[in-house]
T-cell receptor
């Protein structure tokens, strides 16, 4: 069964600090991996998309990495800001399944002043 | 900017009621999706549509139906709402299918939080 597991489920960090979120997947065959940010009460917004041949992708203070061999991805947030408080969702495309993506449960990040 | 709107942010219904959730996108996207999001479970695909009047079941279609009469509008219908359908419902659209080689992004609406009593 295709699965995407994220850790930790939640974390609290101080403003200005860095943090790293983890995503492990068992989706096969693997095609690409996305990270989304979801603010409370809003829909998810895409941060990065990486294909299997890419191992890093940045979007401002967000940097995603991908190791397709170990089936792991991480999202690193640099110099966190209060506006980074949100849920971060890892999403994997199984390729052959077309429109069906596999979503992780998300990591809830709270940035405190 | 792509805009996906959903008819209601919050909805309270009684068990057995028929419920309509409406979603509209303004970017002429071919593909539209309905998900539900529950704590700890991630988003789960209910139905999707890749063209007008076309629909396909997602992973959890039971208890739901959909309608796509116009390209910009995708409706989710709960024929007889039950308490286990209390959830956050998210609509999304994409220009092309989320294919194996693509970088296509799904654009999400703000969600409808449905409570079934």
């Amino acid at each position: 069964k295709n699965q995407v597991e994220q850790s930790p489920q939640s974390l609290i960090i101080l403003e200005g600090k860095n943090c790293t979120l983890q995503c492990n997947y068992t989706v096969s065959p693997f095609s690409n991996l996305r990270w989304y940010k979801q603010d409370t009460g809003r829909g998810p917004v895409s941060l990065t998309i990486m294909t299997f041949s890419e191992n890093t992708k940045s979007n401002g203070r967000y940097t995603a990495t991908l190791d397709a061999d170990t089936k792991q991805s991480s999202l690193h947030i640099t110099a966190s800001q209060l506006s980074d408080s949100a849920s971060y969702i890892c999403v994997v495309s199984p390729g052959a399944a077309g429109n069906k993506l596999t979503f992780g449960g998300g990591t809830r990040v709270l940035v405190k002043p | 900017d792509v805009k996906v709107t959903q008819s209601s942010r919050y909805l309270v219904k009684r068990t057995g009621e028929k419920v309509f959730l409406e979603c509209v996108q303004d970017m002429d996207h071919e593909n539209m999706f309905w998900y539900r999001q529950d704590p700890g479970l991630g988003l789960r695909l209910i139905y999707f549509s890749y063209d007008v009047k076309m629909k396909e079941k997602g992973d959890i279609p039971e208890g739901y139906s959909v309608s796509r009469e116009k390209k910009e509008r995708f409706s989710l219908i709960l024929e007889s709402a039950s308490t286990n359908q209390t959830s956050m419902y998210l609509c999304a659209s994409s220009l092309v299918p989320i294919t194996s080689q693509g970088r296509e992004t799904q654009y999400f609406g703000p969600g409808t939080r449905l409570l079934v009593l």
